[in-house]
């Protein structure tokens, strides 16, 4: 039954098996050359850019490259040699197929996700504790993840927002914001006098409060509303006081134009009576 | 008729047959080390991060994880063994062809759901019970499945969310809540008068209710409404007890304006009679 | 002319002809132990899976598993036979090319309608009678197929959804409904005095109607709107009764207030007369 | 210069020959087999159906399903002839590669059109002369179409949709229709004695119109609206005649509240004067 | 240097000469056939279904169905002689690879267009001169070519309209219109005598007006408006007619209902006066 | 070490050699002749095409094309010589795979921008100074490039449009523009008498101005608004000329309505008193 | 044990050698060949187009182009070289399949970012302090990268725009802005006196304002208001300086209408009195 066994062509099965050993040394040689080159080109690559970003964050982008590039070598280097051997790895992939395919569109999503958290790292678009606006979402970033970024809410709520939703980021803790006031005076009140009133009361403001960078000026007319003559008033403040410079600057130019006279008017309407 | 049998070439068979069964043997090893170095590798991933989660749900990660696994390798055994003996998978995948294009795209939906389900699970975004916004569905939570989340919304329904729908999870179950409550005042009335009595309800219903972690507090003039001067009370309080505080603030200052003489007022107008 | 017949080495063909009838005779084998094997897994799933659902839609399920097991096993067999005869499917398949890509994803539509159907079943997120909306349509539920769901909208429209277009299923006729009520009061009324006297017609109320389940109880302030202050009552009531309770609720409140002097308020508005 | 043509090897050319006749024969065999049973299991099939539906529909699907069975078995016969003679058939298709590719994403359209226009015709969901809801267009069916469906609007509008853009069908001629009304009575009036007029018109009305199936019933206060309290009436109608019974019931509950004294106000406002 | 002349092998090289020759003839020959065929089938296809369409229509329609049969034959024809002489087409189509994506994208657009304009030609769905609505597009078609159709939008606008947008078409250019009159009377009118009024207009505009087709009618109370009863007059007209007819009635009921003393009221308003 | 030299088969190398040879100056000699006939072929068809468009824009479109052609040749032609000398092409693109594909959908979108373009300029959709609405942008026709249209919006703004982003195409400078007024009269005054009125003003207006081509008419009641009889005057103008007509209108009509005492009525309502 | 090696067919080996050594001999060849070409193509490219653009934009673009350009040539090169020694590339590239298929769609974004960026920067499009509206962001652009353009809002939010996320770029700082004002004046006012008196005013602030370039002039009548005669007006001013003018021209206008006595009017409205 085993005869066979002896009109095996040895000679050619040896040359194969010894092809099929060099090639392996070869292989291996040239997978941990790559590794060593690549591993040294990444970190040369982070610490020359380390200057810029926080240690932490330079120490996080610097091992996600690392474990992506590991895992990836390691993936090609397997299907190297496993289409050595005549396990060809197209079947492997091909049995994979419609699973694979499905795995795929499932992987893609993550991988989108992961491409677009590395590049909201390493452009630091977001840090934790900026008050941001992405995918609609308003809040204080909690935590920046590769997968999913962290928004806290004003109203408490934290929302996940897996990192792919995350097209435009607005963030609001880059630098002085603005503060903008529209106050409607009465048609009947003098322009140039209560432009001179608020101005007065921009300068005070802007004298007493720290927080306050530019301005605050008074623009002149916005617009002739319905029933009141609006006036633009636009200053810069600290980053994150706007809210709180506004708040004081509208109470305090109520206050001014009270006192001058001035008229915040109530909606107008023009009544013609008939009877009927 | 079966003199054909003689003619087979049966030593060139013999050794076919011993080369393919060399490898059966080969690639039945393979298979059960790669098993049993993925399953201990999926059990001990799931037992070092296993302190962070609930018994519960790291049981059910491991076991979906384990399953997703061992059928995918079964897959791939199977798909290499066929081929072994020519019975080309290609052709049994190209067979299923047209077909599998359509089941490939209809097991994509499935896919994703799983993945994001699994994603859901392993992040703890949702908890069964609690307060959730996904997919435009509001509610409590019910049950994570691995293909459907179940979400009873406040009116009663229950919603079956298929968990590729979930985005954005905006969870309302997370931490302090915030209670914002805004109140208009008459142009006529003080200001600082109003801000000073609505501070002090804020104070006494802080006292006396537990719920209440954090102010509140009277921010200042939010906005000038067409009729009223709008001012801003902002508090936090216990997760889920945000409503019932501002129920409660809002009475308690309604109270205390009353009180005080200060007005909450009605739309305004000016009317200006013509005779047509 | 048909000397070419002699020359023929029937020999090799005679082997050939033995080496297919030999694979045949395997595949066959195959063919009929995978359909056995298959064909109990899925009777023993459904039949282990039973209990929990009832037996018509378990019969349903199981038999339509086996009808796309079955149908897709054969079209698997025959593509392996036909390709044992040189009768290359891909060449079917290719020849089928354009013509197939574009059924494809004709085809792609009916599986996606089939695989969301075979799930409602499956997870029960539908039964015939049940109140839902699905794809935008409000209605009665009168057949879940495969392909199409046909829903009976309040106005007496018959909606066919295909399946597919059903990815948010929100069921009105799992459990408790809640019944809520906003009631407006004027600003001059006593707040404590009100909500006395619709909770105590919330409590008559529900003493007397068996198709209230808790409460309703009065909430307190919900909001303060331009002309009145909104009082939120709120209770839960068995599955389909909700509009009735609340009906039932909004009648007895009107009369309470009305009995007790308490107004629910026209729109307000202060009228400043000035003369042109 | 001909020579040659004695140098070929006659031999094998005849067997080529002869093995390719085999094949032909043995491949139009085979067709005539399977058009044969295809043909006869699509009469049987719709045979078996044909109860449930109209004769014409019947015979408009079994020709169409002929047609379309016909013309790709032909196609796949073609192209398999056409490899036995070594007129690959794959360079074909790639010699068609781009424009093919164009086409393809052209004849999906078509075949997108083609399906759904099967099942709208098989499940019966849209029939000439229903008044249906489709891709945003409501109208009468003036034809349904394999490619397009023709849908006569209500302003005159004939509407030409490809059934591609059909996905939820809203079938308006399926079954008794609703008949909804809400009127809005003064906040004065005695909601007991509207309801009791109401049900008593209500019920003339039901005993004098044929076309009036259940009800129709007064429900009770279904709102409060800023100036009236709002009561539904509700019934069930013949199809088509729903819109009819709402005009004659909304005439004579108008009718008998004015005899009953019942006001339907119109919107109130309180002014309060304040002399600037 | 010319040596390896003599060594080729003249006698196989002459047998692949005549070979490809005779292939040559072969596929030329065939392709002759079937343009002629295929050229005969197109024009009796025209010529038979010649009757229902306008002869320009059906020369244009005839016309571009044979060049596009012709050219994409001649492009088949290339295609196959090419392999011939193994100038691999695949080659030349995967050397064109990426380019020929991005160009197979762009021509696919093209593609569409082709394809829905032969059908909207084919299924007569706009004709010159038509008032249709394609693609959010109102207004006259001045043309409709393969790639683009041009509408004249009634404010002078010329918008060209790719085909491919083109998916709902709805034409106002097809059979009798409708002409609707939605009138609001008083509350306190008689309801009867105004319809009976309104009817002996209608009759009398559309006794005098061949515009007319049918009605107009007066259908009943349709909706109680916040300060009017809504009556709705419905009728038929000539196509384009419709706007003439409505201004015509419009007028004649408003003179009519003058006459007769019937209100068509202003918005009302109850005004309940307080003192503040 | 250089034995292997005198081993190889120099008979069979030169013949390869020379076979490679012949095909490589067949191959140029096709190149050249397909070369030289494609541009004249494209040369002569805008020579022909050349009467119906300006000299500019026939040069641009020819260049445009000729580029593309050469190129295109050039691609395929390299391609075809690599593949002679088994430098294998599809290694090269498959090389290029991954990065090829991101390539190639970059690609797209700017041969998509061309193609788009291209149709542009060949159908003369939009000139330089055309008064255009394209893909949401208002404004003039600055510049029409192949990839981009430069358009100045009417305030100012340059809107830089991707020619793949136009897909509808509003072109406002092709033909005569209409001018519509629609003027509100009271409900009191005579409409007979206030069109008649209106009519005279709209031929004074249309013999004093030549901008005027087409009327303008007065067509008649148009509709009832709440306070207002609305009548519409409608009216054809030279391009571009419709606004400034429009304007003159209704200054010649306010004027003459003013004159023949009809009044354009302010919002009219109906108050009934009731003291509270 | 190593008996085989005297068996290989040295002779055959080296040959092989041989002809790999000539082949990569040749390849290196070419690619310095094509990359010295390459790189002196691009230089000269944007050196001879350097004169319209900056210096800085110019070297960033030549260096980017360069940078992709060798990428690419040594991603081709070392698959071709790999190739040669039969570790065959489709393989490798096989091996990152699934994980390829989901890097490629990653990469995609991203190269869908250069490619745009990469148009913008040689468009000119947006330039560093322009004032632009892209992805529905408002603001000034701080920076212009390769994949993400920065742009200040005005409120001071800093918004990171992905370049693939600009399709239209509206540029603010192209040229003269329009300065537009539309004023309601009252319909008992001369509207021939209102233009007047206006044109006066615009010349006043045209002849004293330098930022106005053209204008303003008063157009006539655009609207008439359901109270107000609207008049336009509309000038030209320096880019940026639009928004100061309309402020200066609403002033100086609104003051010259009250010295003339012409009234910007209030909302009117006619009452009708009725006691109920």
Chains 1, 2, 3, 4, 5, 6, 7 share one sequence.
Request: hydrophobic share 45%; aromatic share 8%.
């Amino acid at each position: 039954m085993l005869d066979w066994i002896e009109t095996i062509d040895w000679t050619n099965l040896m040359i194969d098996i010894g092809k099929v050993t060099l090639k392996l040394i070869a292989i291996i040689i040239v997978y941990f050359i790559v590794k060593s080159i690549g591993k040294r080109a990444i970190i040369r690559l982070f610490n020359r850019k380390g200057n810029e970003m926080s240690t932490g964050r330079s120490k996080t982008l610097q091992s996600i490259t690392l474990n992506i590039f590991t895992y990836f070598l390691m993936f090609i280097f397997i299907g190297i040699v496993l289409s050595l051997f005549n396990f060809d790895i197209t079947t492997l992939i091909a049995g994979a197929g419609i699973l694979g395919l499905a795995i795929g569109f499932g992987a893609q999503g993550l991988v989108s996700d992961v491409v677009t958290g590395f590049f909201i790292l390493l452009e630091q678009q977001i840090d934790v504790g900026d008050y941001v606006t992405v995918a609609g979402k308003d809040g204080i970033v909690e935590e920046v993840g590769l997968r999913t970024t962290k928004i806290r809410g004003f109203d408490g709520t934290l929302h996940y927002v897996p990192n792919r939703e995350i097209t435009n980021v607005s963030n609001h803790s880059r630098g002085n914001m603005r503060a903008l006031i529209d106050i409607g005076i009465s048609y009947n009140d003098d322009i140039d006098h209560a432009i001179k009133v608020m101005q007065q009361v921009c300068d005070e403001v802007a004298a007493n409060d720290e927080n306050i960078m530019e301005g605050p000026d008074v623009l002149g007319v916005q617009a002739f509303g319905s029933s009141d003559v609006v006036i633009r008033v636009i200053g810069k403040t600290k980053n994150g006081e706007q809210f709180g410079v506004e708040r004081t600057l509208r109470k305090a130019i109520k206050e001014a134009l009270d006192q001058n006279g001035i008229e915040i008017p109530y909606p107008h309407q023009v009544n013609i009576n008939k009877e009927s």
